[in-house]
């Protein structure tokens, strides 16, 4: 009787704390859509069929997803608007080809770019879009003969030998690329056939006045007034087959086409977004979440605040620099604001308490049963103590280290060309050697600010004397024999008159190369001392994350035990997901009201004349004023440029597709709001939002502003 009764109290609990969630929660696989989701999708509003939705044998809407990446490794989603080929992104997402392709004399981050026909579109070298063919199940092939007594090295073993064999087994001779993933921390195995297509061209893309306006200091925030967009074509063989540039390559035919609407956004209108969510973890422990503010949170926030003000002030000083800087410093500048936001979110809401009440669940379920106090133990007791043995200081120098190498060109420049060093017995490089160290060097040098670099490298070295000196490199012993310890003077010689800080410079060294010399050169005692500081502490950091890997696995095989008869969604990891909710607005604070939506007038009411954020070019500020919105207006008289919805999105969804209910593209997902920066852990159903760029706004500047009628036409515009 008393079992009965625990376990009908651990029922009403745990549909409280566990339950399937609100519509306006998860990140679905569009291959259990029907199944788990379609009935809540369609009682919203949605129009469309799950045949509609995704379908392996005929063309559906998943089929105008696109993966953005370099190479095949995704950073951002879009969406295919025309017959032609023609991709939605996001102007940050676009933003390190339109700023590779800008000069002082074609500005295209200051200007903007529209190409006039298919001849000026500009190609990307490395830049990929992919296409998903179909997902699928695997787990029992990837898992076949894996018992729970099977140790870890060995179940790993396993699972890579019958990864291998299936990618072989369903690439069809290389034509597709197949990725399998683990899925609730290993216990489920899941296959993704990819079609990737390496022609990818820059069509389109509005000024960083508009594309970025408001900046760092609107990001994650709203209200907001971005017009976050670009624009991309996606070129083929003449046969429609992927192949690499080449003149005689010809744009895309799609096999799915979004509608673009004109009818705007109501409140409570339903919504969908289909994209590729980079990572999250919302199956996080409570001891994860606490040690995920003291070694990853601080750590970042610290090394931000000290490396990025500095190549931000030169940025601000000089054109060039922040043309050639502009994509690595808002990459990490995003970072910056992100974790700054995470960390404050998760504490304001008390992150770490609540998995805490949800784990205590848990332990009740498992030890209300024997078979489950022998099958599953305490997984929470083991992740406690991985988490309580966290070195902390080594983990910080870890961060420390990769942010000092990501923010500056120099520093990471030895690694990069290569094998520059002489070989035992060696006195020369051959000619072809030198040849080829010269092309990397100037490929890597390029747009190289020696100013910048020098600032940047004594700020690297301020930062690191915030840690023990036990967990610091070993370059201020060198710094203080031959620099008396002038941070400064160490930063200017290690650019300025070291090997590899001139082009004159590293072909001296390549006419007389000395590895003597190479050992005395001062950026390379720097890159050295740093880079084996990062790799002593990656270790102690990998070893922290291998060490929750089993408990962890073991925790998620109890959860998903737990709740067997509700619908799960796994963690995003870069894999396409639908996400569904409704335009809403929110209250981010007591007596503070935000509606859903913006309109041009907060572009005016922002404007701060040559302010590099808020600075509103000249033609835009004439149409606003002038109210010369043609088709685009609302059926208010005003310009929305973007609105709210409470579909789930995280990094990765930058350029989603957000949808109506009959899948017409309303607007394009590019942010989340601050005060649930959280939400990669832990989902708040009354705070967190997704920002989107009204497609109503993307089509203004585009016919209105550019005169790019050309796209225009392209588009299925439904009025």
Same mark, same amino acid.
């Given at each position: 009787?008393k079992?009965?009764?625990?376990?009908?109290?651990l029922?009403?609990?745990f549909?409280?704390?566990?339950?399937?969630?609100?519509?306006?929660?998860?990140?679905?696989?569009?291959?259990?859509?029907k199944?788990?989701?379609?009935a809540?999708?369609?009682?919203?509003?949605?129009? *469309?069929?799950a045949?509609q939705?995704?379908?392996?044998?005929n063309?559906?809407?998943?089929?105008?997803?696109?993966?953005?990446?370099?190479?095949?490794?995704?950073?951002?989603?879009?969406e295919?608007?025309?017959?032609?080929g023609l991709m939605?992104?996001?102007?940050?997402?676009?933003y390190?080809?339109?700023?590779?392709?800008?000069?002082?004399?074609?500005? #295209?981050?200051?200007?903007g770019?529209?190409?006039?026909?298919?001849?000026?579109?500009?190609?990307?070298?490395?830049?990929?879009?992919?296409?998903?063919v179909r997902?699928?199940?695997?787990?029992?092939?990837v *898992?076949?003969?894996?018992?729970?007594?099977?140790?870890?090295g060995?179940?790993?073993?396993?699972? +890579?030998?019958?990864?291998?064999?299936?990618?072989?087994?369903?690439?069809?001779?290389g034509?597709?690329?197949?990725?399998?993933?683990?899925?609730?921390?290993?216990?489920? #195995?899941?296959?993704?056939?990819?079609?990737i297509?390496?022609?990818?061209r820059?069509?389109?893309?509005?000024?960083?006045?508009?594309?970025?306006f408001?900046?760092?200091?609107?990001?994650?925030?709203?209200?907001?007034?971005?017009?976050?967009?670009?624009m991309f074509?996606?070129?083929?063989a003449?046969?429609?087959?992927?192949?690499?540039?080449?003149?005689?390559?010809?744009?895309?035919?799609?096999?799915?086409?979004?509608?673009?609407?004109?009818?705007?956004?109501?409140?409570?209108?339903?919504?969908?977004?289909?994209? #590729?969510?980079g990572?999250?973890?919302?199956y996080?422990?409570s001891?994860?979440?606490?040690?995920?503010?003291?070694?990853?949170?601080?750590?970042?926030i610290?090394a931000?605040?000290v490396?990025?003000?500095e190549?931000?002030?030169?940025?601000?000083?000089?054109?060039?620099?922040?043309?050639?800087?502009?994509?690595?410093?808002a990459?990490?500048?995003?970072?910056?604001?992100n974790?700054? &936001?995470?960390?404050?979110?998760?504490?304001?809401l008390?992150?770490?308490?609540?998995?805490?009440?949800?784990?205590?669940?848990?332990?009740?379920w498992?030890?209300?049963?024997?078979?489950?106090?022998?099958?599953?133990?305490n997984?929470?007791?083991k992740?406690e103590?991985a988490?309580?043995?966290?070195d902390h200081?080594?983990?910080?120098?870890f961060?420390?280290?990769?942010?000092?190498?990501?923010?500056?060109?120099?520093?990471?420049l030895?690694?990069n060309?290569?094998?520059?060093?002489?070989?035992?017995?060696?006195?020369?490089?051959t000619?072809?050697?030198?040849?080829?160290?010269?092309?990397?060097?100037r490929?890597?040098?390029?747009?190289?600010?020696?100013?910048?670099?020098?600032?940047?490298?004594?700020?690297?070295?301020?930062?690191?004397?915030?840690?023990?000196v036990?967990?610091?490199?070993?370059?201020?012993?060198?710094?203080?024999?031959?620099?008396?310890?002038d941070?400064?003077a160490?930063s200017?010689?290690?650019?300025?008159?070291?090997?590899?800080?001139?082009?004159?410079?590293?072909?001296?060294?390549?006419?007389?190369?000395?590895?003597?010399?190479?050992e005395?050169?001062?950026l390379y005692?720097?890159?050295?001392s740093?880079?084996?500081?990062?790799?002593?502490?990656?270790?102690?950091?990998?070893?922290?994350?291998n060490?929750?890997?089993?408990p962890r696995?073991?925790y998620m095989?109890?959860?998903?035990?737990?709740?067997?008869?509700?619908?799960? #969604?796994?963690?995003?990891?870069?894999?396409?997901?639908c996400?569904?909710?409704?335009?809403c607005?929110?209250?981010?604070?007591?007596?503070?009201?935000?509606?859903?939506?913006t309109?041009?007038? &907060?572009?005016?009411?922002?404007?701060?004349?040559?302010?590099?954020?808020?600075d509103?070019?000249?033609?835009?500020k004439?149409?606003?004023l002038?109210?010369?919105?043609?088709?685009?207006?609302?059926?208010d008289g005003?310009l929305?440029?973007?609105?709210?919805?409470?579909?789930?999105?995280?990094?990765?969804?930058?350029?989603?597709?957000? *949808? +109506?209910?009959?899948?017409e593209?309303?607007?394009?997902?590019?942010?989340? +709001?601050?005060?649930?920066?959280c939400?990669d852990?832990f989902?708040d159903?009354?705070?967190?939002?997704?920002?989107?760029?009204?497609i109503?706004?993307v089509?203004?500047?585009i016919?209105?502003?550019a005169g790019?009628?050309?796209?225009?036409?392209?588009?299925?515009?439904?009025?």
């Amino acid at each position: 009787m008393k079992k009965t009764l625990l376990t009908a109290l651990l029922a009403i609990f745990f549909a409280q704390v566990f339950a399937t969630t609100p519509p306006d929660e998860g990140m679905w696989l569009p291959m259990f859509v029907k199944d788990y989701n379609y009935a809540k999708m369609r009682s919203l509003g949605l129009k *469309l069929t799950a045949d509609q939705l995704y379908d392996i044998n005929n063309s559906s809407l998943k089929d105008a997803i696109v993966q953005l990446g370099n190479d095949g490794n995704g950073f951002c989603t879009g969406e295919i608007i025309s017959k032609n080929g023609l991709m939605l992104t996001n102007h940050h997402c676009g933003y390190e080809s339109i700023a590779n392709h800008s000069t002082e004399e074609h500005d #295209y981050l200051k200007d903007g770019f529209w190409a006039k026909n298919y001849d000026e579109e500009l190609s990307n070298p490395g830049l990929t879009a992919t296409f998903l063919v179909r997902m699928e199940n695997v787990t029992d092939k990837v *898992l076949a003969g894996v018992t729970d007594e099977t140790k870890k090295g060995e179940r790993e073993s396993m699972a +890579n030998k019958a990864i291998k064999e299936l990618q072989n087994a369903e690439s069809e001779g290389g034509r597709y690329t197949i990725v399998i993933k683990p899925f609730f921390d290993g216990n489920e #195995y899941y296959m993704f056939v990819y079609e990737i297509y390496r022609d990818v061209r820059l069509v389109g893309a509005p000024p960083s006045s508009i594309g970025k306006f408001g900046d760092e200091t609107d990001n994650w925030v709203w209200p907001r007034h971005t017009g976050d967009f670009s624009m991309f074509r996606i070129y083929t063989a003449p046969d429609g087959s992927p192949a690499e540039y080449s003149k005689d390559n010809v744009p895309m035919k799609p096999k799915y086409v979004l509608p673009i609407s004109l009818k705007g956004t109501e409140m409570g209108d339903y919504t969908m977004i289909w994209g #590729y969510p980079g990572s999250t973890d919302r199956y996080m422990t409570s001891y994860e979440v606490r040690s995920l503010l003291e070694n990853q949170n601080k750590p970042i926030i610290e090394a931000c605040d000290v490396l990025l003000p500095e190549i931000r002030a030169e940025m601000n000083a000089r054109d060039i620099v922040r043309i050639n800087y502009a994509s690595d410093y808002a990459s990490m500048a995003n970072t910056w604001k992100n974790q700054k &936001g995470e960390y404050a979110s998760l504490i304001k809401l008390g992150i770490a308490d609540k998995k805490a009440e949800q784990e205590k669940v848990l332990l009740d379920w498992i030890n209300a049963d024997k078979a489950r106090q022998e099958k599953y133990g305490n997984p929470l007791a083991k992740i406690e103590k991985a988490c309580s043995e966290v070195d902390h200081e080594a983990v910080r120098a870890f961060f420390y280290g990769n942010f000092t190498l990501m923010n500056s060109k120099t520093t990471f420049l030895p690694y990069n060309l290569g094998n520059f060093r002489l070989g035992e017995g060696e006195k020369s490089f051959t000619e072809d050697q030198k040849a080829e160290l010269l092309k990397n060097y100037r490929e890597n040098m390029k747009g190289t600010d020696i100013v910048t670099e020098e600032k940047v490298i004594a700020a690297a070295l301020r930062l690191w004397k915030q840690l023990p000196v036990e967990y610091q490199p070993d370059i201020y012993s060198y710094i203080d024999k031959k620099f008396k310890g002038d941070f400064v003077a160490f930063s200017k010689a290690a650019v300025e008159k070291s090997i590899f800080g001139t082009e004159a410079n590293f072909q001296k060294y390549l006419d007389k190369p000395s590895n003597k010399a190479l050992e005395a050169d001062p950026l390379y005692q720097w890159f050295a001392s740093v880079l084996g500081t990062l790799i002593q502490y990656q270790g102690v950091y990998m070893e922290s994350k291998n060490k929750l890997a089993t408990p962890r696995r073991k925790y998620m095989a109890a959860l998903m035990e737990m709740q067997q008869d509700k619908a799960m #969604y796994p963690d995003a990891n870069m894999t396409m997901r639908c996400t569904y909710g409704t335009v809403c607005d929110y209250f981010p604070s007591d007596g503070v009201h935000y509606k859903h939506f913006t309109t041009t007038q &907060g572009i005016l009411e922002k404007e701060i004349p040559g302010d590099p954020e808020f600075d509103v070019h000249p033609k835009l500020k004439q149409l606003i004023l002038n109210k010369d919105f043609g088709r685009y207006a609302d059926k208010d008289g005003t310009l929305h440029v973007c609105f709210l919805s409470n579909n789930d999105i995280t990094g990765g969804n930058s350029g989603s597709p957000i *949808l +109506n209910a009959k899948g017409e593209l309303i607007g394009s997902a590019f942010d989340g +709001n601050i005060e649930a920066l959280c939400s990669d852990i832990f989902f708040d159903t009354e705070l967190q939002r997704c920002i989107n760029v009204d497609i109503r706004y993307v089509l203004f500047v585009i016919d209105k502003f550019a005169g790019a009628q050309r796209f225009i036409d392209e588009m299925n515009i439904v009025e």
